[in-house]
T-cell receptor, first 115, second 113 residues
Framework: EAGVAQSPRYKIIEKRQSVAFWCNPI?????LYWYQQILGQGPKLLIQ????????DSQLPKDRFSAERLKGVDSTLKIQPAKLEDSAVYLC?????????????FGPGTRLTVL | AQSVTQLGSHVSVSEGALVLLRCNYS??????LFWYVQYPNQGLQLLLK??????LVKGINGFEAEFKKSETSFHLTKPSAHMSDAAEYFC???????????FGRGTSLIVHP
């Protein structure tokens, strides 16, 4: 079974530029998550999708971050414009469904450096 | 509201020694508890989870954790450390009232030969 795929693995941009990350979840998984992991901290949820609908985006900085999951499969996360404090690893995860006991499967992450 | 405290940002053990990583949680409802491991430049991988039932949970790679409600703890243990266990370990808490687990800050396990 293929795991969660993310690209790119690394990205370096200057502040005020824009950037986009892509995630392909495990086939058949209805729920998709985007997390931000700042160095030395645990992952923080940015947004959660159930199929192509948003379940929770309360911690997404909507003035600069956006995410979509068209057709309920792949997802993209965009930052525009980027700030220095956005430097982090962005993790995508998927789970079979929305149950809080469902195991989340994580991708390898995209490491973003904002200069 | 729910939260997780992982005591010790770094734990250092010798190969073959007992591994003990501490996790305390706060939750207003019965919790679901998870331990994840993260190897360098990789995503998180589930080690084990407690939802209901038996309080001693066995996971992959010889790890286990015990849910102690009276102590609000879910410490992770392994009888004998291997060099390959060196990684970052995250405790997380979820609940029936929230679909979203809350992660601790992580504990880096260092294994010396």
């Amino acid at each position: 079974e293929a795991g969660v795929a993310q690209s790119p693995r690394y990205k370096i941009i200057e502040k005020r530029q824009s950037v986009a990350f892509w995630c392909n979840p495990i086939s058949g998984h209805a729920t998709l998550y985007w997390y931000q992991q700042i160095l030395g901290q645990g992952p923080k949820l940015l947004i959660q999708f159930q199929n192509n609908g948003v379940v929770d985006d309360s911690q997404l900085p909507k003035d600069r971050f956006s995410a979509e999951r068209l057709k309920g499969v792949d997802s993209t996360l965009k930052i525009q414009p980027a700030k220095l404090e956005d430097s982090a690893v962005y993790l995508c995860a998927s789970s079979l469904d929305l149950q809080s006991t469902d195991t989340q499967y994580f991708g390898p992450g995209t490491r973003l450096t904002v200069l | 509201a729910q939260s997780v405290t992982q005591l010790g940002s770094h734990v250092s053990v010798s190969e073959g020694a007992l591994v003990l990583l501490r996790c305390n949680y706060s939750s207003s409802v019965p919790p679901y508890l998870f331990w994840y491991v993260q190897y360098p430049n990789q995503g998180l991988q589930l080690l084990l989870k407690y939802t209901t039932g038996a309080t001693l949970v066995k996971g992959i790679n010889g790890f286990e954790a015990e849910f102690k409600k009276s102590e609000t703890s879910f410490h992770l243990t392994k009888p004998s450390a291997h060099m390959s266990d060196a990684a970052e370990y995250f405790c997380a808490v979820g609940s029936g009232g929230s679909y979203i687990p809350t992660f601790g800050r992580g504990t880096s396990l260092i294994v010396h030969p």
